[in-house]
């Protein structure tokens, strides 16, 4: 149904935005023919390895392969890629064949014998076709696409390697991921290796533990995020600046509980379709079973159907930061961007037919306006549209001619730089994703808008038009943010943990060089809140050497540090250490408070 979180890393811009779409692009092709080329070598260097899947991904390649008992670490890496150097330099031609099911079986027994060769060859459906690759002395059943020779890939690297479950499954056997990546010129490959190690000075889980945001408890279980308290005041703080918005815009905040019964969600669709995402049920007895939600949608629609509905009361605009539950498999959880328990920025407007283009201009203009807020001024949107081809899209072609007139036109009138996407809408209606674009260049699918004439549909909803009749109304689904979880690793990301003044949580720190000045330091945080009272501010009255404080609270980000000591209290001043300006000198208090006002 409604897939807020998409829950990707972020994936570099060039291929986002690629035509043709980055499955059918050369890269790809290069990218697999790459993995075919690290397998080939680690065969010639581990005879004994069972190869598994090996497929394209954002940014780069991967191949999970069974190494026994062997262990692999970085050397053996290094190992694979000289390897690989050696390979592509003999240039070796790639051969496709085209083989029965008997005859591939056969190919893979008298080739390695592979196991997990022969599980997937039974995974291919029996209308498609069955294709093996071949280069040199290496044949690896695949479905292609590859370059034509070994020689075209010049421009590679491995990079890492990990732990994953045969078929992401963690009741199956651990295998070894080998990740490289390639890329068609050697500048392309030198620059996205550059921003990959700014990536990892910006990576949200380490800055997340380093100025105390959030952190995991095996205890809690994987992907339960637990907020600490500055991670909270950042989650708080967003809350706060978007409800303040919505109020504005005539939302109405609603809450509603965590489990519902599972006829709901039976109603809803989301058992039928969205059953392996959701945590198991709970059954109290035979006639009751409740369900936690892994959306919010159905209760914003029951609070609606709780009350006879006019035309007079639409549009109506329910909001609610809705904590929903899915459930990721473990080896999949990264961080705060694939997490098993997550909030929302939820709302669900119902609106009637007329009310849809002005409405989702409204959305789409609360939207901007919170991206602008954020600092995230880079991003496009990608309006996914129906193909009318295909037969998986429910509705009538007028009821979407108008909606998808809609979206695109709320994009032109707001210049908006957009994309459209033929076919990818969902199955109920179009919508609009969010691509935000950060500061080392990488992608992040943030928050969606979409518009449904399923659930409606499926909830019997009503309204009362003008001429005395039932009508049905059409549903916006929305979030901004995506998550609170999502953005707020985004932002941790795209600021490298030095928060904007507004979202830092703490942004003032007071800093005494001795215990004498503890209390004038007081009296400063004093004067400070008088001047507002709504300013977070910390004092470090620690015993360590000025030198060693002020390292201590730069790791913190902290927008402003202001130390004080004896010419200090002698002149009633505070002296100002910018975050990012260096040493401002001794100010009067009235003066700093000026400069953050
Ligand atoms: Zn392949
Ligand atoms: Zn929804």
Same mark, same amino acid.
């Given at each position: 149904?409604?897939?807020f979180q998409?829950q990707?890393?972020?994936?570099?811009?060039?291929?986002?935005?690629?035509?043709?779409?980055?499955?059918?692009?050369?890269?790809?092709?290069?990218?697999?023919?790459?993995?075919?080329?690290?397998?080939?070598?680690?065969?010639?260097?581990?005879?004994?390895?069972?190869?598994?899947?090996?497929?394209?991904?954002?940014?780069?390649?991967?191949?999970?392969?069974?190494? %026994?008992?062997?262990?692999?670490?970085?050397? /053996? #890496? +290094?190992?694979?890629?000289?390897?690989?150097? *050696?390979?592509?330099? =003999? &240039?070796?031609?790639?051969?496709?064949?085209?083989?029965?099911?008997?005859?591939?079986?056969?190919?893979?027994?008298?080739?390695?014998?592979?196991?997990?060769?022969?599980?997937?060859?039974?995974?291919?459906?029996?209308?498609?076709?069955?294709?093996?690759?071949?280069?040199?002395?290496?044949?690896?059943?695949?479905?292609?696409?590859?370059?034509?020779?070994?020689?075209?890939?010049?421009?590679?690297?491995?990079?890492?390697?990990?732990?994953?479950?045969?078929?992401?499954?963690?009741?199956?056997?651990?295998?070894?991921?080998?990740? %490289?990546?390639?890329?068609?010129?050697?500048? /392309? #490959? +030198?620059?996205?290796?550059?921003?990959?190690? *700014?990536?990892?000075? =910006? &990576?949200h889980r380490?800055l997340g533990r380093q100025l105390g945001l959030f952190t995991f408890s095996?205890?809690v279980?994987?992907g339960l995020p637990l907020w600490l308290p500055k991670g909270t005041i950042i989650r708080d703080v967003l809350c706060g600046f978007l409800k303040e918005e919505q109020v504005?815009?005539?939302y109405?905040p609603v809450v509603t509980?965590h489990?519902?019964?599972?006829?709901?969600?039976?109603?809803?669709?989301?058992?039928?379709?969205?059953?392996?995402?959701?945590?198991?049920?709970?059954?109290?007895?035979?006639?009751?079973?409740?369900?936690?939600?892994?959306?919010n949608?159905?209760?914003?629609? +029951?609070?609606?159907?709780?009350?006879?509905?006019?035309?007079?009361?639409?549009?109506?605009?329910?909001a609610e930061f809705g904590t929903v539950y899915r459930?990721?498999?473990?080896?999949?959880?990264?961080g705060m961007l694939r997490v098993r328990g997550f909030t929302q920025d939820d709302a669900?407007?119902?609106?009637?037919?007329?009310?849809?283009?002005?409405?989702?201009?409204?959305?789409?203009?609360l939207t901007?306006?919170v991206l602008?807020k954020l600092g995230l001024?880079?991003?496009?949107?990608?309006?996914?549209?129906?193909?009318?081809?295909?037969?998986?899209?429910?509705?009538?072609?007028?009821?979407?001619?108008?909606?998808?007139?809609?979206?695109?036109?709320?994009?032109?009138?707001?210049?908006?730089?957009?994309?459209?996407?033929?076919?990818?809408?969902?199955?109920?209606?179009?919508?609009?994703?969010?691509?935000i674009?950060?500061?080392?260049?990488?992608?992040w699918?943030m928050g969606?808008?979409?518009?449904?004439?399923?659930?409606?549909?499926?909830?019997?909803?009503?309204?009362?038009?003008?001429?005395?009749?039932?009508?049905?109304?059409?549903?916006?689904?929305r979030a901004p943010f995506g998550s609170l979880e999502r953005m707020i690793a985004l932002l941790t990301e795209q600021y490298a943990g030095a928060f904007p003044f507004w979202l830092a949580p703490v942004q003032?720190?007071?800093?005494?060089?001795?215990?004498?000045?503890?209390?004038?330091?007081?009296?400063?945080?004093?004067?400070?809140?008088?001047?507002?009272?709504k300013l977070r501010?910390e004092?470090?009255?620690?015993?360590?050497?000025?030198?060693?404080?002020?390292?201590?609270?730069?790791?913190q980000k902290i927008p402003?540090?202001?130390?004080?000591?004896?010419?200090?209290?002698?002149?009633?001043?505070?002296?100002?250490?910018?975050?990012?300006?260096?040493?401002?000198?001794?100010?009067?208090?009235?003066?700093?408070?000026?400069?953050?006002?």
């Amino acid at each position: 149904m409604v897939y807020f979180q998409t829950q990707t890393v972020p994936i570099a811009e060039s291929q986002e935005r690629m035509d043709p779409p980055y499955e059918k692009s050369r890269l790809y092709a290069l990218r697999h023919s790459a993995a075919h080329l690290m397998a080939q070598s680690v065969l010639q260097l581990f005879p004994d390895a069972k190869l598994t899947i090996g497929p394209p991904i954002d940014n780069g390649f991967y191949y999970d392969i069974d190494f %026994g008992d062997e262990t692999f670490g970085d050397s /053996e #890496l +290094e190992r694979v890629e000289e390897k690989m150097r *050696e390979n592509a330099s =003999r &240039d070796l031609p790639v051969a496709r064949e085209e083989l029965t099911r008997n005859e591939a079986k056969e190919r893979i027994l008298t080739l390695r014998q592979d196991p997990y060769k022969l599980e997937l060859l039974d995974d291919i459906p029996s209308e498609d076709e069955i294709t093996f690759y071949t280069q040199g002395d290496f044949t690896d059943l695949c479905r292609g696409p590859h370059v034509d020779s070994t020689g075209e890939i010049q421009h590679f690297k491995l990079l890492s390697v990990a732990g994953a479950y045969w078929r992401g499954d963690e009741k199956n056997k651990m295998l070894t991921r080998l990740y %490289g990546t390639a890329f068609e010129t050697a500048e /392309e #490959l +030198e620059q996205h290796l550059i921003n990959l190690k *700014e990536a990892k000075k =910006r &990576d949200h889980r380490v800055l997340g533990r380093q100025l105390g945001l959030f952190t995991f408890s095996k205890s809690v279980g994987p992907g339960l995020p637990l907020w600490l308290p500055k991670g909270t005041i950042i989650r708080d703080v967003l809350c706060g600046f978007l409800k303040e918005e919505q109020v504005k815009r005539g939302y109405q905040p609603v809450v509603t509980p965590h489990i519902g019964k599972k006829e709901l969600w039976e109603k809803s669709g989301h058992i039928e379709t969205f059953k392996e995402g959701m945590f198991p049920f709970m059954e109290r007895d035979e006639s009751e079973t409740f369900v936690l939600k892994p959306m919010n949608c159905p209760f914003h629609i +029951e609070i609606y159907k709780s009350e006879m509905r006019s035309y007079r009361d639409l549009p109506i605009r329910y909001a609610e930061f809705g904590t929903v539950y899915r459930y990721e498999q473990s080896g999949e959880l990264a961080g705060m961007l694939r997490v098993r328990g997550f909030t929302q920025d939820d709302a669900h407007l119902f609106v009637t037919p007329e009310q849809l283009p002005q409405e989702f201009k409204g959305v789409v203009e609360l939207t901007v306006f919170v991206l602008e807020k954020l600092g995230l001024k880079d991003y496009w949107m990608r309006v996914g549209t129906r193909d009318a081809e295909a037969d998986k899209f429910i509705g009538s072609d007028e009821v979407w001619r108008v909606a998808e007139e809609a979206i695109v036109k709320a994009c032109d009138e707001m210049k908006l730089d957009y994309r459209v996407d033929v076919g990818h809408a969902a199955f109920y209606g179009p919508k609009l994703d969010l691509m935000i674009r950060d500061a080392i260049g990488r992608v992040w699918q943030m928050g969606t808008i979409q518009v449904d004439y399923n659930l409606p549909e499926r909830f019997d909803m009503e309204y009362t038009g003008e001429d005395g009749k039932p009508h049905r109304p059409i549903l916006i689904h929305r979030a901004p943010f995506g998550s609170l979880e999502r953005m707020i690793a985004l932002l941790t990301e795209q600021y490298a943990g030095a928060f904007p003044f507004w979202l830092a949580p703490v942004q003032v720190v007071i800093l005494p060089i001795a215990d004498r000045h503890v209390e004038y330091a007081q009296s400063v945080r004093c004067g400070l809140l008088e001047a507002d009272q709504k300013l977070r501010i910390e004092i470090d009255d620690a015993r360590d050497t000025l030198g060693k404080k002020i390292r201590k609270n730069e790791m913190q980000k902290i927008p402003y540090m202001l130390i004080v000591g004896d010419k200090d209290v002698a002149n009633q001043t505070v002296s100002v250490r910018d975050r990012d300006d260096g040493d401002l000198g001794p100010k009067p208090l009235d003066e700093f408070v000026a400069l953050i006002s």
